[in-house]
């Protein structure tokens, strides 16, 4: 299997893939849209896709692509990230002023950084930093990064493990071309969809109502408005349960009675990571 992922060898998303399929080849891509096309098109198998963090929440513009993107989760993936603040060869922590990393990055490590009276610079993502970092040789600059990228770009590590909370975790889920459904009974499932509401009143209590009855939990809701007049209210939202069964099956279809023709979709329905379950 050939998984893209956003970002450069050593990235997180990276790691992350390598750790869902053992041996698989990766494909690094500049930007997220790159990495779901070279899905679409056929230049890889899967995406390896982050879409939020136990420390800074949701992964910026994810929840916008994923819907567009004309492809479907078919795994999730919560993956322990670990910070290093690295520099380069020789050069100490205090001689550092500036620390470059993704703003996700930059977000899990604020405390520390603020700490250590270092100024966070966003770059476009951890093991990037780490090579421009690389190839700059500025000795007054540190990047967050993965180990394995401060391996690849021969970096040293200064703090081993500067995210602010030691629960620091990314749910990543896996993108392809075709569903992969797991049979009813086989075992936890997650099903992801969205949806989108005209803006009035109790519509999304309304809407979300059939869930609670039928006995669903919903893991994971997240909402933005579009349209000119940005009253236009879109949906996501991750249900613990399977499509093929009655009480889904019921709540779609109240959900479906406060949404318009076509506006809800069901993005996958894939097995649910054992880290849920604190495996």
């Not at 750790?19 to 790159?34: I, S």
């Not at 992964?59 to 492809?71: K, Q, R, T």
């Not at 690295?86 to 520390?112: F, K, M, N, Y």
């Not at 809407?207 to 997240?222: C, D, K, M, Q, W």
């Amino acid at each position: 299997m050939l998984i893209a992922f956003q970002g450069h060898p050593g990235a997180y998303s990276h790691a992350a893939a390598v750790a869902v399929h053992e041996g698989a080849d990766t494909l690094p891509c500049a930007t997220f849209e790159d990495m779901l096309e070279a899905v679409r098109d056929g230049r890889a198998d899967a995406a390896m896709v982050p879409v939020e963090n136990s420390v800074a929440g949701r992964v910026a513009d994810i929840h916008h692509l994923v819907p567009e993107a004309g492809l479907y989760l078919t795994a999730e993936h919560f993956h322990r990230v670990r910070h290093q603040l690295a520099s380069l060869p020789g050069v100490s922590l205090d001689a550092l002023t500036e620390v470059r990393s993704h703003v996700q990055a930059l977000a899990q490590c604020r405390r520390r950084l603020r700490s250590l009276g270092l100024t966070p610079v966003v770059a476009a993502d951890t093991a990037g930093a780490a090579r421009a970092l690389s190839a700059s040789r500025e000795p007054h600059v540190g990047v967050l990064c993965s180990a394995l990228a401060a391996q690849l770009y021969g970096l040293e590590v200064r703090i081993d493990g500067a995210e602010d909370v030691s629960h620091n975790t990314t749910r990543f889920v896996v993108m392809e071309r075709t569903p992969r459904v797991p049979a009813w009974g086989e075992g936890p499932v997650i099903t992801t969809l969205v949806f989108s509401l005209r803006s009035v009143p109790a519509a999304l209590y309304k809407a979300l109502g059939g869930f609670a009855t039928n006995g669903l939990n919903l893991t994971r809701i997240e909402s933005y408005l579009s349209g000119p007049r940005m009253t236009s209210a879109h949906f996501w939202i991750d249900v613990e349960g399977h499509p093929d069964t009655d009480a889904f099956r019921h709540a779609l279809d109240e959900l479906r009675f406060f949404c318009a023709d076509d506006a809800v979709r069901l993005l996958g329905t894939y097995a649910a990571d054992p880290f849920r379950r604190g495996a």
